[in-house]
Every structure is written in structure tokens, then in C-alpha cells.
């Protein structure tokens, strides 16, 4: 999965999907592989609503 290449590269990332245990599974990995700061959000990005929650919700927690 392209997390897991940016989590080797140390980058911080941002997961979204709407399944929270494998959401929480990926982002567990990405930690093991080398990300320094994970933020996993659960959420349906075929709704408008939720996808305005993740982007807020990302902004809040990397302050970009």
C-alpha cells in the first residue's frame, strides 16, 4: 500500500477509511515501518459532510 512507502520514508500521514479496525491496523503498521505521526480518522468519503471532517480534522492535527 502507498502508506506504507511513505511510512518508510518517515513521513506523517493521514488515514482515512471507513472500517475502523483495519483503519487502526494500517496505521499500527505505518508506526512499525517508521511514521512519526499517525492520525487515522474513520469516515465515509462518499459523503460530502465527512469529508469536510477528515480535511478539518487533518488541518487541526498537522496545523497545515
Do not use: W
Not at 479496525?21 to 511514521?35: H, K, T
Not at 505521526?37 to 465527512?50: M, N, Q, T, Y
Amino acid at each position: 500500500q502507498i502508506s506504507y512507502q511513505y511510512a518508510k520514508m518517515g513521513a506523517s500521514l493521514a488515514l482515512v477509511a471507513r472500517r475502523e479496525q483495519s483503519l487502526n491496523e494500517v496505521a499500527d503498521r505505518a508506526r512499525q515501518l517508521g511514521s512519526p505521526d499517525v492520525l487515522a480518522i474513520p469516515a465515509d468519503v462518499s459523503r460530502a459532510d465527512e469529508c469536510k471532517r477528515f480535511v478539518d480534522e487533518t488541518v487541526d492535527h498537522f496545523g497545515r
